[in-house]
Protein backbone atom coordinates (compact mmCIF):
# COMPACT_ATOMS: atom_id res chain seq x y z
CA UNK A 1 0.00 0.00 0.00
CA UNK A 2 1.33 3.48 -0.87
CA UNK A 3 1.47 5.49 1.94
CA UNK A 4 3.48 9.43 2.13
CA UNK A 5 4.12 10.72 5.74
CA UNK A 6 5.05 14.87 5.57
CA UNK A 7 6.66 16.46 8.58
CA UNK A 8 8.78 19.45 9.03
CA UNK A 9 5.93 22.43 8.58
CA UNK A 10 6.03 24.96 11.73
CA UNK A 11 5.87 28.72 12.80
CA UNK A 12 8.67 30.22 10.47
CA UNK A 13 10.15 34.15 10.78
CA UNK A 14 10.11 35.97 7.00
CA UNK A 15 13.16 35.25 5.57
CA UNK A 16 14.06 32.13 7.52
CA UNK A 17 14.39 28.01 6.18
CA UNK A 18 12.51 25.44 6.50
CA UNK A 19 12.92 21.94 5.23
CA UNK A 20 10.05 19.48 4.46
CA UNK A 21 10.21 15.89 4.44
CA UNK A 22 8.02 13.19 3.31
CA UNK A 23 8.28 9.78 3.84
CA UNK A 24 7.18 6.93 1.52
CA UNK A 25 6.47 3.31 2.09
CA UNK A 26 4.71 0.67 -0.61
CA UNK A 27 6.88 1.97 -3.15
CA UNK A 28 10.38 3.07 -4.33
CA UNK A 29 11.03 7.09 -4.12
CA UNK A 30 13.42 7.26 -6.69
CA UNK A 31 11.93 5.32 -9.17
CA UNK A 32 9.18 7.51 -9.34
CA UNK A 33 8.23 11.31 -9.99
CA UNK A 34 7.41 13.28 -6.81
CA UNK A 35 5.55 16.21 -6.61
CA UNK A 36 5.29 19.11 -3.67
CA UNK A 37 1.48 20.97 -3.88
CA UNK A 38 0.53 23.73 -1.62
CA UNK A 39 -2.44 24.68 -0.72
CA UNK A 40 -2.68 28.66 1.36
CA UNK A 41 -5.36 28.78 4.03
CA UNK A 42 -9.00 29.05 1.91
CA UNK A 43 -7.20 28.75 -1.07
CA UNK A 44 -7.09 26.81 -4.16
CA UNK A 45 -4.02 24.38 -4.50
CA UNK A 46 -0.79 25.10 -6.54
CA UNK A 47 1.97 23.22 -7.49
CA UNK A 48 5.09 23.79 -6.71
CA UNK A 49 7.73 21.44 -7.84
CA UNK A 50 8.85 18.11 -9.31
CA UNK A 51 11.67 15.59 -9.29
CA UNK A 52 11.81 12.93 -12.23
CA UNK A 53 13.02 9.66 -11.21
CA UNK A 54 16.07 10.33 -13.47
CA UNK A 55 16.97 13.05 -11.24
CA UNK A 56 15.59 16.41 -13.16
CA UNK A 57 13.98 18.91 -11.16
CA UNK A 58 11.23 21.67 -11.82
CA UNK A 59 10.26 24.45 -10.41
CA UNK A 60 7.04 27.39 -9.82
CA UNK A 61 7.92 30.44 -10.90
CA UNK A 62 7.21 31.55 -7.31
CA UNK A 63 9.47 29.74 -5.52
CA UNK A 64 12.11 29.07 -7.98
CA UNK A 65 15.95 30.31 -6.85
CA UNK A 66 14.31 29.86 -3.19
CA UNK A 67 12.75 25.94 -2.48
CA UNK A 68 15.17 22.87 -4.16
CA UNK A 69 13.04 19.88 -3.98
CA UNK A 70 15.56 16.71 -3.21
CA UNK A 71 15.43 13.03 -2.39
CA UNK A 72 17.46 10.32 -0.09
CA UNK A 73 17.07 6.88 -1.74
CA UNK A 74 18.59 5.27 1.28
CA UNK A 75 15.57 6.70 3.39
CA UNK A 76 13.52 6.55 0.38
CA UNK A 77 12.23 9.91 1.65
CA UNK A 78 11.73 12.98 -0.43
CA UNK A 79 12.63 16.60 1.03
CA UNK A 80 11.70 20.65 0.22
CA UNK A 81 14.10 22.87 1.36
CA UNK A 82 12.42 26.29 1.33
CA UNK A 83 14.70 29.33 2.01
CA UNK A 84 14.17 33.12 2.18
CA UNK A 85 10.56 32.23 2.72
CA UNK A 86 8.03 34.73 2.74
CA UNK A 87 4.05 35.61 4.13
CA UNK A 88 3.02 34.24 0.69
CA UNK A 89 4.65 30.43 1.34
CA UNK A 90 1.90 29.98 4.32
CA UNK A 91 0.14 26.95 3.25
CA UNK A 92 -0.37 23.59 3.50
CA UNK A 93 2.60 21.08 1.42
CA UNK A 94 1.61 17.73 0.55
CA UNK A 95 3.48 15.83 -1.16
CA UNK A 96 2.37 13.28 -4.32
CA UNK A 97 3.52 10.40 -6.01
CA UNK A 98 3.01 10.93 -9.39
CA UNK A 99 1.54 8.34 -12.11
CA UNK A 100 -1.37 6.05 -12.18
CA UNK A 101 -1.97 2.82 -13.36
CA UNK A 102 -4.94 1.08 -13.91
CA UNK A 103 -6.10 -2.54 -16.15
CA UNK A 104 -2.31 -2.26 -17.07
CA UNK A 105 -2.60 1.32 -18.81
CA UNK A 106 0.02 3.90 -17.02
CA UNK A 107 -0.61 7.69 -17.35
CA UNK A 108 2.16 10.35 -16.08
CA UNK A 109 1.73 13.78 -15.34
CA UNK A 110 -1.29 13.21 -12.51
CA UNK A 111 -0.76 13.22 -8.72
CA UNK A 112 -1.96 9.46 -8.15
CA UNK A 113 -1.31 9.52 -4.47
CA UNK A 114 -1.64 12.15 -1.72
CA UNK A 115 0.29 12.25 2.17
CA UNK A 116 -1.65 14.21 4.27
CA UNK A 117 0.12 17.65 4.43
CA UNK A 118 2.21 19.68 7.14
CA UNK A 119 1.40 23.33 7.89
CA UNK A 120 3.74 25.90 6.93
CA UNK A 121 3.40 29.46 8.26
CA UNK A 122 5.39 32.50 7.92
CA UNK A 123 5.07 34.66 10.61
CA UNK A 124 6.61 37.41 12.75
CA UNK B 1 2.28 30.09 -15.38
CA UNK B 2 -1.17 29.17 -16.70
CA UNK B 3 -3.63 28.49 -14.60
CA UNK B 4 -7.22 26.33 -15.60
CA UNK B 5 -10.73 28.08 -15.06
CA UNK B 6 -13.22 26.11 -13.01
CA UNK B 7 -16.25 28.43 -11.95
CA UNK B 8 -16.43 29.02 -8.28
CA UNK B 9 -19.02 27.38 -7.19
CA UNK B 10 -21.99 24.60 -8.85
CA UNK B 11 -25.38 23.17 -6.28
CA UNK B 12 -27.42 20.73 -6.96
CA UNK B 13 -30.12 19.06 -5.42
CA UNK B 14 -29.87 15.63 -4.12
CA UNK B 15 -30.32 13.06 -7.03
CA UNK B 16 -29.75 15.82 -9.65
CA UNK B 17 -26.56 15.81 -12.17
CA UNK B 18 -24.26 18.59 -11.93
CA UNK B 19 -21.20 19.60 -14.15
CA UNK B 20 -18.15 21.48 -13.99
CA UNK B 21 -16.42 22.88 -16.22
CA UNK B 22 -12.33 23.47 -16.45
CA UNK B 23 -10.54 25.93 -19.36
CA UNK B 24 -7.59 25.80 -20.69
CA UNK B 25 -5.31 26.56 -23.56
CA UNK B 26 -3.66 26.02 -26.12
CA UNK B 27 -0.11 25.09 -24.31
CA UNK B 28 -1.89 22.60 -21.73
CA UNK B 29 -5.24 20.97 -22.12
CA UNK B 30 -5.26 22.24 -26.44
CA UNK B 31 -1.53 20.70 -26.51
CA UNK B 32 -2.86 17.06 -25.75
CA UNK B 33 -1.94 16.70 -22.33
CA UNK B 34 -4.74 14.82 -20.43
CA UNK B 35 -6.83 16.45 -17.67
CA UNK B 36 -7.32 14.32 -14.03
CA UNK B 37 -9.49 15.60 -11.55
CA UNK B 38 -9.09 15.60 -7.65
CA UNK B 39 -12.07 15.96 -4.79
CA UNK B 40 -11.11 17.77 -1.48
CA UNK B 41 -13.56 16.75 0.93
CA UNK B 42 -13.60 19.39 4.07
CA UNK B 43 -10.15 19.06 6.13
CA UNK B 44 -8.65 16.05 4.16
CA UNK B 45 -5.86 15.92 1.28
CA UNK B 46 -7.57 15.51 -2.33
CA UNK B 47 -7.57 12.54 -3.43
CA UNK B 48 -7.65 11.45 -7.68
CA UNK B 49 -11.38 11.07 -8.86
CA UNK B 50 -10.48 10.91 -12.71
CA UNK B 51 -7.18 10.24 -14.50
CA UNK B 52 -6.53 10.15 -17.83
CA UNK B 53 -9.41 12.64 -18.84
CA UNK B 54 -12.15 9.59 -18.54
CA UNK B 55 -10.94 7.01 -16.35
CA UNK B 56 -12.04 6.16 -12.33
CA UNK B 57 -9.99 4.64 -10.15
CA UNK B 58 -11.12 1.69 -8.37
CA UNK B 59 -13.32 2.62 -5.59
CA UNK B 60 -14.84 6.20 -6.85
CA UNK B 61 -18.55 5.35 -8.21
CA UNK B 62 -19.42 5.45 -11.45
CA UNK B 63 -21.67 8.43 -11.11
CA UNK B 64 -18.57 10.96 -11.34
CA UNK B 65 -17.24 11.01 -14.84
CA UNK B 66 -15.27 12.89 -17.28
CA UNK B 67 -14.66 14.19 -20.82
CA UNK B 68 -12.38 16.78 -22.87
CA UNK B 69 -12.57 18.41 -25.74
CA UNK B 70 -10.26 21.11 -27.63
CA UNK B 71 -9.05 22.94 -24.99
CA UNK B 72 -11.38 22.34 -22.20
CA UNK B 73 -12.74 19.48 -19.69
CA UNK B 74 -15.96 18.80 -17.49
CA UNK B 75 -16.57 16.65 -14.63
CA UNK B 76 -20.10 15.16 -14.41
CA UNK B 77 -21.74 13.97 -10.97
CA UNK B 78 -25.23 12.03 -11.86
CA UNK B 79 -27.49 11.30 -8.90
CA UNK B 80 -25.83 13.82 -6.77
CA UNK B 81 -25.17 12.61 -3.13
CA UNK B 82 -25.03 14.43 0.08
CA UNK B 83 -21.21 13.07 0.57
CA UNK B 84 -20.38 14.83 -3.09
CA UNK B 85 -20.15 18.01 -1.28
CA UNK B 86 -16.68 19.04 -1.69
CA UNK B 87 -14.19 21.29 -3.37
CA UNK B 88 -12.88 19.79 -6.96
CA UNK B 89 -10.17 20.21 -8.97
CA UNK B 90 -9.14 19.80 -12.53
CA UNK B 91 -5.43 19.79 -13.03
CA UNK B 92 -3.17 19.04 -16.54
CA UNK B 93 0.35 20.11 -17.74
CA UNK B 94 1.70 22.55 -19.68
CA UNK B 95 4.17 22.77 -22.24
CA UNK B 96 6.15 25.63 -20.24
CA UNK B 97 7.47 22.40 -18.31
CA UNK B 98 5.10 22.87 -15.25
CA UNK B 99 1.75 20.96 -13.91
CA UNK B 100 -1.09 23.25 -13.67
CA UNK B 101 -4.57 23.08 -11.50
CA UNK B 102 -7.58 24.61 -11.64
CA UNK B 103 -9.13 27.56 -9.86
CA UNK B 104 -11.68 25.35 -7.56
CA UNK B 105 -15.01 23.94 -7.94
CA UNK B 106 -17.23 24.31 -4.57
CA UNK B 107 -20.43 21.52 -4.81
CA UNK B 108 -23.16 22.63 -2.66
CA UNK B 109 -25.71 19.86 -2.00
CA UNK B 110 -29.33 21.64 -1.50
Known amino acids: EVQLVESGGGLIQPGGSLRLSCAAS????????MSWVRQAPGKGLEWVSVIYSGGSTYYADSVKGRFTISRDNSKNTLYLQMNSLRAEDTAVYYC??????????????????WGQGTLVTVSS | QSVLTQPPSVSGAPGQRVTISCTGSSSNIGAGYDVHWYQQLPGTAPKLLIYGNSNRPSGVPDRFSGSKSGTSASLAITGLQAEDEADYYC??????????FGTGTKVTVL
Open chain 1, 96 to 113: AREGYCSGGSCYSRVHGY
Open chain 1, 26 to 33: GFTVSSNY
Open chain 2, 91 to 100: QSYDSSLSYV
